[in-house]
Nanobody, 120 residues
Framework: QVQLVESGGGLVQAGDSLRLSCAAS????????MGWFRQAPGKEREFVAS????????YYVGSVKGRFTISRDNAKNTMYLQMSSLKPEDTAVYYC?????????????WGQGTQVTVSS
């Protein structure tokens, strides 16, 4: 059973940086895609970034390109989201997710979320 645990959220000021971590366990992830999603108050959950575990291929939503970097550490089974130049509109609960390659995110597993608050 896949387990995902996020950490690293907090309260920062606009322009600051923050790194989120997602510790994954329960299986090997070489055939998985992992990603970050976020949900702001009153809004639907949205995709932020993804990474293919096997080859490290990445994909970002346009609003975070150039500011956020997704990465993974195979040895630690941990995925990261380095967030820079944070904006108040980045405030949300951030979730990590893992799903078998080319499967829908709804077929995968999700963490419990970590709160990121960016003050202006």
């Amino acid at each position: 059973q896949v387990q995902l645990v996020e950490s690293g959220g907090g309260l920062v000021q606009a322009g600051d940086s923050l790194r989120l971590s997602c510790a994954a366990s329960g299986r090997t992830f070489s055939g998985y895609t992992m990603g970050w999603f976020r949900q702001a108050p009153g809004k639907e959950r949205e995709f932020v970034a993804s990474i293919t575990w096997r080859d490290g291929a990445t994909y970002y939503v346009g609003s975070v390109k150039g500011r956020f970097t997704i990465s993974r550490d195979n040895a630690k089974n941990t995925m990261y989201l380095q967030m820079s130049s944070l904006k108040p509109e980045d405030t949300a609960v951030y979730y990590c997710a893992a799903t078998p390659y080319r499967k829908a995110w709804s077929d995968g597993s999700w963490g419990q979320g970590t709160q990121v608050t960016v003050s202006s």
